[in-house]
């Protein structure tokens, strides 16, 4: 064995012995309600496909005429001649649906963090991040240089304390404040009134996060800041193409000045090829679909599952908290063995050690069986 090798022997071994070895399941059918994982048919609970739009004909029709039309590669990244009609168009669209001047997409949600965060703040700033915020956002800090202070998860008053700090000891900085909208393995949601209130009163920039809001919450799906009338407060709105809008790339919307800024700025947007015609175009579908209200029977029924597995349910994920992580994977393990059920055991790094847990995300595709076999399997549980 090389050095490499007997390290890497290592690592796995210690990764197993703390019960936090992952491995990659096949689906060998499309992403949908009912998939064939690993070989074996399951009801999933698993994935953010929350509309059920990963496999809607109408995006899969997208898909295929932008490959007729477009062909299947985009060649280059969008700044050399990698910009094609669906990319100028779902950008266009996407700036409708969330009102606001402009919009900038990327290959993932993640490239937009890790593009967008370090064009807007550097070696002098500081950034403020809920303890929760998921790791792109954690990274994409870290890759700025800034300053960074983290405050214990959606706690106000030590938001408020830090954004004091910063102001008196980085006067020159500029300050942004990172949260999500809901929170990726809790579900719960922001306190954004109160989050846009304190980032005004300091002078401070938010970005949100909307991944999981998009689709989920608002008018037509437009997000938790729509929902609450403070969209145009919000300086950089960021959001994912692949979960609910059920395509694949990341979004940055926000004023005409930021989008031209991050053309400029974003190096995971400057130099990286263009995602495919296909992938834009597909996304532009889905965005319609929401924009026009053609996707609000999708929504009703998302919820009408939320609300049938849990009266409680805030978004479309519902944890259920194990602790263990052994217990969590056995959990999962007995779910998908004795029920066919598919529903993710979420472990560190993903959550703190201790905190393991059931990750159920519910989608309009489920039909009322399906949940209330989710229902009775857990009761047992
Ligand atoms: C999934 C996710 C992202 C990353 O988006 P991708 O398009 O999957 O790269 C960013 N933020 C949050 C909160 C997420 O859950």
């Known amino acids: 064995m090389s050095d490499l090798d007997q390290w890497l022997a290592e690592q796995l071994a210690a990764i197993d012995a703390a019960?936090?070895?992952?491995?990659?399941?096949?689906?060998?059918?499309?992403?949908?309600?009912?998939s064939l994982?690993?070989?074996?048919?399951?009801?999933?609970?698993?994935?953010?496909?929350?509309?059920?739009?990963?496999?809607?004909?109408?995006l899969r029709a997208a898909a295929i005429a932008a490959v007729e039309r477009f062909g299947a590669g985009?060649?280059?990244?969008?700044?050399?001649?990698?910009?094609?009609?669906?990319?100028?168009?779902?950008?266009?669209?996407?700036?409708?649906?969330?009102?606001?001047?402009?919009?900038?997409?990327?290959?993932?949600?993640?490239?937009?963090?890790?593009?967008?965060?370090?064009?807007?703040?550097?070696?002098?700033?500081v950034v403020i991040l809920d303890k929760l915020s998921h790791a792109c956002l954690v990274?994409?800090?870290?890759?700025?240089?800034?300053?960074?202070?983290?405050?214990?998860?959606?706690?106000?008053?030590?938001?408020?304390r830090l954004l004091a700090w910063a102001r008196d000891n980085y006067a020159k900085a500029r300050v942004l404040v990172v949260t999500e909208s809901v929170f990726s393995m809790d579900g719960d949601l922001a306190p954004l009134r109160e989050i846009v209130e304190l980032k005004d009163r300091f002078g401070a920039a938010l970005l949100l996060d909307e991944a999981h809001g998009v689709g989920v919450l608002g008018p037509h799906g437009r997000g938790l800041a729509a929902e609450l009338g403070l969209a145009d407060r919000v300086e950089i709105q960021m959001g994912t193409l692949g979960k609910a809008l059920g395509a694949?790339?990341?979004?940055?919307?926000?004023?005409?000045?930021?989008?031209?800024?991050?053309?400029?700025?974003?190096?995971?947007?400057?130099?990286?090829?263009?995602?495919?015609?296909?992938?834009?175009?597909?996304?532009?579908?889905?965005?319609?679909?929401l924009d026009s209200g053609a996707a609000e029977p999708l929504r009703a029924r998302l919820w009408e599952n939320l609300r049938a597995l849990d009266p409680a349910a805030t978004s479309a994920i519902v944890p259920r908290i194990i602790g263990d992580e052994a217990a969590a994977v056995a959990a999962s393990e007995s779910l998908r063995e004795n029920v066919g059920l598919f529903?993710?055991?979420?472990?560190?790094?993903?959550?703190?050690?201790?905190?393991?847990r059931l990750?159920?995300?519910v989608s309009a595709a489920h039909s009322p069986e399906h949940i209330a076999r989710l229902k009775a399997a857990l009761a047992e549980a």
Do not use: M, W
Request: charged share 20%.
């Open 359 to 361: 990750r159920i995300s």
């Open 343 to 356: 529903v993710s055991a979420v472990r560190y790094p993903t959550v703190a050690r201790g905190q393991a």
């Open 37 to 58: 994982v690993d070989g074996r048919p399951l009801v999933n609970f698993a994935s953010n496909d929350y509309l059920g739009l990963a496999n809607d004909p109408r």
């Open 139 to 160: 990274d994409a800090a870290r890759l700025s240089g800034a300053t960074l202070r983290v405050f214990p998860h959606n706690h106000l008053e030590k938001l408020e």
């Open 19 to 34: 019960n936090l070895r992952r491995r990659l399941r096949r689906l060998d059918s499309p992403q949908a309600v009912e």
């Open 248 to 289: 694949s790339g990341g979004a940055i919307c926000g004023s005409a000045r930021l989008i031209d800024f991050l053309v400029n700025r974003a190096r995971s947007f400057i130099f990286s090829t263009a995602p495919i015609p296909a992938a834009a175009a597909t996304a532009r579908a889905a965005v319609d679909l």
């Open 74 to 125: 985009a060649g280059a990244s969008r700044l050399i001649c990698g910009t094609l009609a669906p990319h100028a168009e779902l950008e266009a669209a996407l700036a409708r649906f969330k009102g606001t001047e402009a919009a900038l997409t990327f290959s993932t949600g993640h490239a937009a963090a890790l593009g967008t965060i370090p064009a807007l703040v550097g070696e002098h700033d």
